[in-house]
């Protein structure tokens, strides 16, 4: 029986993958998934995994792979009927009952993938008919052999014959006209005169749905007739925008660690399998839609987009981009990779070979990048208007995307890409010869010494150091995964460093340790104004939120400090030695190190302002 829409949906919500599979299989989690041995076939090395974000299991030893209540069906020897009703009463949900309409609705879909079944079939058989010479030499031009023709089951729709179409003729055997009429093969005009093929003298292209089942086709004719390709129209099985060419055999790939590409046409499609590329699909002669995009973020988080390099392929980048923006979440993006000007992923791979095709995805921009270049170029920002453009066309930009701490993220990022920019445009301007000799004859502030640098520096260091110190007081459970990152943390200030340790001493005495039992203990010990200035106002200066963190979002706070921490260490030493060496080695090289690397020391406070307003969050839950 089918069910109402977002009934299954609400079973996989509520019932946990992992804890379901944890009843049979010993799993272990690295990272964000899980594995164990297969429940399916005898193995000693582990080979089964389990994505709960995903929601599929997937065995790369026999290739099992499903949902949750796919594994209760394997697993336990289910129908799907009996699998759905044993999970719906676990979640407390009531089987819905199919009405009378609601089993006609499946009955007449059955049908219809039956008749596009037979359609395929006869398709197939026609391209191998004399009528289809011309449609074989086509695809053998394209270089398509035998088995790529029958791997993805091409086929040619003939023209007309007696006035009906041989479709037409072939099908009424065995299905009514009108039900042929439903399934998109056949046309009926509104004159009233007969009904005829709706595909006609076409190379045709299969279109599955995701479970590999045909829905649709696509028909691409070998003259110069218009349109140049032609899909069926929307059915009771079909919705263009919803489908993805390829998409059933991308979800096998993907299963397999393939990457999932998205490219323009069918034959692109084709050529990225055959070629190695198996997690290639394409939208069907539109630009990407919402529901696409949802079908390839349930595959993986940051599907490649790979268009033409020519004027076609960026517009259809954009408008990719446009549509995606407000959808992006943590986590979940997309990457932009350009092909060669002139080139698609056919005739680059039968040009160049799959070197060149991997060179291209390898080389994919993040979504970010791709959305600034993109402002930078659209007008030139020779003045301070035109650059202040350029700022409120970027907030927009921002202000796009629904999550909020993405949207935040976003205006950061685009704070400092703005100052890389200002850097640049300054460097290309500034004021600075060169000697006979090669050295550096500056006409700018003077020389920068090593006390100035370290003065300028010390209230960053510093905040960093009691922030991740913070953190821990606020959420002393970080410790049972990270004590050994605190403890070898490179604290430089010997008053936190202090508490540090007396930190360390309490998580190792006190199992289950939490915020008021350590913030308790350090009173008692003598760290009262510590505890007080790290939990207070001083800290929490540039707070933009107070409400307590989730156990997650707090986890990657203390990632990010501790990231932040480490790179500002680091790129202080850089500093320090490019001064040093300036002094004795005074070139334009040298100089213009210095020069990047102050630059990148005002990022950091930028950085750190920013920082200090989400930290806040994570700090003040934990304050007693």
């Known amino acids: 029986m089918a069910f109402p829409p977002g009934f299954l949906d609400e079973i996989r919500i509520r019932i946990s993958l992992p804890d379901v599979i944890g009843r049979k299989v010993r799993l272990v989690k690295k990272g964000r998934e899980y594995s164990g041995l297969c429940p399916f076939h005898n193995e000693k090395s582990p080979s089964f995994t389990v994505n709960e974000e995903k929601g599929f299991f997937h065995c790369f030893g026999c290739g099992a792979h499903g949902d949750v209540i796919g594994f209760v069906m394997q697993s336990q020897n289910l129908g799907f009927l009996e699998a759905v009703e044993a999970l719906a009463g676990e979640a407390g949900l009531e089987v819905p009952r199919a009405s009378p309409q609601e089993r006609e609705r499946v009955v007449k879909q059955k049908t219809l993938v039956e008749v596009m079944e037979a359609a395929a079939g006869f398709f197939q058989a026609q391209l191998d008919s004399h009528a289809g010479a011309a449609a074989r030499a086509y695809l053998e031009g394209r270089g398509l052999d035998r088995a790529a023709i029958e791997r993805f089951r ?275 301007s500034g004021r600075r010869s060169l000697g006979r000799d090669g050295r550096v004859r500056l006409q700018a502030p003077e020389p920068v010494s090593g006390a100035r640098l370290a003065q300028a520096t010390q209230a960053v260091e510093r905040r960093r150091q009691e922030l991740l110190v913070a953190i821990v007081l ?63 106002q001083q800290v929490l200066a540039h707070a933009q939120f107070a409400e307590p963190a989730d156990r997650e979002t707090t986890r990657l706070g203390w990632l990010q400090a501790v990231s932040l921490w480490r790179g500002h260490l680091a790129r202080a030493q850089e500093l320090e030695a490019a001064v040093r060496r300036f002094e004795t080695e005074p070139t334009e090289a040298s100089w213009a190190r210095i020069m990047a690397l102050q630059e990148q020391a005002e990022i950091e406070r930028m950085e750190q302002a920013e920082f200090d307003g989400t930290t806040a969050g994570w700090v003040s839950s934990g304050r007693h």
């Open 154 to 428: 091409l086929g040619y729709a003939p023209g007309f014959s007696g006035g009906q179409g041989l479709l037409k003729q072939f099908l009424l055997r065995e299905f009514p006209e009108s039900m042929l009429i439903e399934a998109g093969l056949v046309k009926k005009p509104e004159d009233g005169r007969d009904s005829f093929d709706y595909f006609r003298d076409r190379v045709m292209f299969p279109i599955l749905d995701r479970a590999g089942r045909v829905i649709a086709f696509g028909g691409r004719v070998m003259g110069d007739a218009k349109p140049k390709y032609l899909n069926s129209p929307d059915t009771p099985l079909f919705h263009k925008g919803r489908v993805l060419y390829g998409l059933s055999w991308a979800r096998a790939g993907v299963g397999k660690g393939a990457t999932l590409v998205v490219t323009e046409g069918y034959m692109d499609v084709i050529a990225l399998h055959r070629a190695g590329f198996e997690g290639a699909v394409a939208p069907l002669g539109t630009a990407l839609t919402e529901e696409q995009l949802e079908e390839l973020w349930k595959l993986t988080p940051e599907p490649t987009l790979c268009f033409d390099g020519d004027a076609a392929g960026q517009r259809a980048a954009t408008r990719a981009l446009d549509r995606a923006l407000p959808l992006l979440k943590a986590g979940r993006s997309l990457k932009f990779a350009v092909l060669p000007a002139g080139e698609d992923p056919d005739s680059l791979i039968g040009r160049q070979g799959t070197a060149a095709m991997q060179a291209v995805l390898d080389g994919a921009t993040p979504f970010a990048e791709v959305l600034f270049t993109q402002e930078l170029a659209a007008r030139p920002i020779d003045t301070p208007e035109r650059r202040a453009d350029l700022t409120h066309r970027l907030n927009a930009r921002a202000a796009a995307i629904a999550d909020e701490g993405l949207k935040r993220e976003y205006q950061f990022f685009f704070r400092n890409k703005l100052y890389e920019q200002g850097r640049s445009q300054r460097a290309a």
């Open 474 to 536: 606020a959420n002393p459970e970080l410790l049972d995964e990270h004590v050994e990152e605190f403890a070898h943390l490179p604290l430089t200030a010997p008053d936190l460093d202090k508490l540090r340790r007396e930190i360390l001493n309490v998580h190792a005495a006190i199992s289950g340790l939490d915020a008021a039992s350590l913030q308790h203990h350090l009173s008692n010990h003598g760290f009262v104004r510590e505890v007080e200035r790290l939990l207070g």
